[in-house]
């Protein structure tokens, strides 16, 4: 089974940029689809951006939260999904999780542990 690992994340004012790392252990991405997530108090988890492995440029789903300023990306060499997030602003404030599920399936299934980013304003 595939393990995410989570790095990246930090504090930065509004509208600076981060961008985190999701690494795959154990085995390979392939045939996964790879979410990140976020959580902040009080508020439900929401998906942010996710990207199946095997897919195309269109393989690709944004949260209209975030759209237009993250970006999700894969880089097959080093077996790492990047969610590169620009103009940042406070509301972006949350843990943020890599999570991987099976294509077709509804649930995610392996989690990282999760990383930090605060905004201030």
């Known amino acids: 089974q595939v393990q995410p690992v989570e790095s990246g994340g930090g504090s930065v004012q509004a509208g600076g940029s981060l961008r985190l790392s999701c690494a795959a252990s154990?085995?390979?991405?392939?045939?996964?689809?790879v979410g990140w997530h976020r959580q902040s108090p009080g508020k439900e988890r929401e998906v942010v951006a996710a990207?199946?492995?095997?897919?195309?440029?269109?393989?690709?789903h944004y949260s209209d939260s975030v759209k237009g300023r993250f970006t999700i990306s894969k880089d097959i060499y080093r077996n790492t999904v990047y969610l590169q997030m620009n103009n940042l602003k406070p509301e972006d404030t949350a843990v943020y999780y890599c999570?991987?599920?099976?294509?077709?399936?509804?649930?995610?299934?392996?989690w990282g542990q999760g990383t930090q980013v605060t905004v201030s304003s």
């Open positions: 999570a991987v599920k099976r294509v077709g399936e509804r649930n995610y299934d392996y």
């Open positions: 154990g085995s390979t991405f392939s045939r996964y689809v």
């Open positions: 990207i199946v492995w095997d897919g195309g440029v269109g393989a690709r």
